[in-house]
């Protein structure tokens, strides 16, 4: 394929890409970074159309616009994808200076070698840009939620392709002269591999998009809004995932119980009450260990699962979850007063199949009741 119509397909896939960020992102919440990729498509696209505009054979001055406005296009896509997230995309300031700086040395190598001058520092300028997207890309992967990490991957293995690419491109430029600058097998395969960079960019930007989305819908689906334990839907996938495991421990069932709850929920009010279920839900959780499963059934019932194979172990755990709940202190919705609680628990024999998880829930509910009926706060085996 000539040159140009290489740059009018890759004007024309920008444009639309970035189009139709723009339209998605109208459905999403703002500052996710969709918007400011849709904002680099379009830019990118105008940069080309505007090369083609000049002509390929154009004085280097007239190009130069449009090399700025691709170098622009490249910082809206880190500021998107910083701001997807969550740091602080560059100021516009810093930006704006980024941009004159690369001006001024383009003007310079112009002045200096004419179109070789500026095709190398355009090339050499966009293959920073895509390492410097590679390493966010990079840096974010290692925090990042699982979902995320396989977009993110590939996102640091294309940019930073593409950016050795456009640097190894820009310096063979600088070396060999206008010649290779469209000509040659380098230019053609450089053409071929950022005309196919550039699909699998914004299809990569939607994947991560997706995978967060998505991400996102499951925390909504298996979790309690209040205390962000596992609600029902979120223990059976976790039962499951447990149990389906080649060598998965037998589980011990804890059922727990606040007592008399509705009692702080009459005296000190219903916002209090949550705060009440929120700090005994973190005890819970930090009272685990990581291979234990905690969730929260609905009002004030909660069920920890203990992978351990002796009683003892659970009844230890149990009674130690007991009086932390009951040493907690919380303060109530006014600000001043503090509420106290304690908990009935109900242990379970060993689980070692999900097919007898019901016959153990209904041991370990009968042992909890049992805990209740016996004067309350206090620890019961089935
Ligand atoms: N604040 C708050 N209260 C809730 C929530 N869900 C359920 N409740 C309340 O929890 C209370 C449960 O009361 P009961 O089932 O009578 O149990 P209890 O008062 O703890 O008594 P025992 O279990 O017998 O010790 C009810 O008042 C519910 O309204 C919630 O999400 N927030």
Redesign the pocket.
């Known amino acids: 394929m000539d040159p140009a119509t290489v740059i009018l397909v890759l004007a024309t896939h920008l444009t639309c890409s970035g189009g139709l960020f723009l339209v998605v992102g109208r459905q999403l919440p703002e500052r996710c970074g969709i918007q400011l990729w849709g904002l680099c498509g379009l830019l990118f696209g105008a940069a080309f159309v505007g090369r083609l505009a000049a002509g390929l054979d154009a004085p280097p001055a007239w190009g130069q616009l449009s090399d700025i406005a691709m170098i622009g296009a490249m910082l809206l896509l880190t500021a998107g994808l910083r701001q997807f997230f969550g740091s602080e995309p560059l100021s516009p300031r810093a930006g704006l200076a980024l941009l004159l700086g690369f001006a001024a040395l383009q003007t310079l190598a112009v002045l200096g070698a004419g179109a070789v001058g500026r095709f190398a520092v355009i090339n050499l300028g966009l293959g920073i840009a895509h390492l410097w997207v590679a390493a966010i890309a990079a840096t974010a992967r290692r925090g990042a939620e699982p979902g995320l990490q396989r977009p993110l991957l590939v996102l640091t293995i294309l940019a930073g392709s593409q950016g050795l690419a456009s640097a190894t491109r820009g310096l063979h430029i600088a070396a060999a002269g206008v010649d290779v600058i469209y000509r040659g097998i380098p230019a053609q395969l450089y053409y071929a591999y950022s005309s196919l960079g550039t699909v699998l960019l914004a299809m990569i930007l939607l994947w991560l998009l997706f995978a967060r989305l998505n991400g996102q819908l499951s925390e909504l689906a298996t979790r309690d809004a209040?205390t962000r334990l596992l609600n029902r839907t979120g223990l059976d996938d976790a039962l499951r995932r447990h149990f389906g495991a080649r060598g998965a421990q037998p589980l011990r069932l804890l059922a727990l119980?606040?007592?008399?709850?509705?009692?702080i929920?009459d005296t000190l009010g219903?916002a209090s009450?949550?705060q009440v279920?929120r700090a005994v839900a973190g005890v819970l959780a930090r009272g685990v260990r990581p291979n234990d499963i905690v969730a929260r059934l609905?009002?004030?019932e909660f069920v920890v699962c203990c992978a351990a194979a002796d009683a003892a172990t659970a009844l230890s755990l149990a009674e130690r979850l007991r009086s932390a709940v009951a040493a907690l202190s919380t303060v109530a919705a006014d600000g001043r007063t503090t509420a106290r609680c304690t908990i009935s628990i109900g242990v379970s024999e060993a689980c070692s199949a999900l097919a007898d998880w019901s016959r153990a829930a209904a041991a370990a509910d009968r042992a909890l009741y049992a805990a209740?009926a016996a004067g309350?706060d206090r620890v019961m085996a089935a």
């Open positions: 209040l119980d606040i007592d008399h709850f509705k009692r929920n219903h009450g949550d279920l609905g009002g004030e209740k309350r």
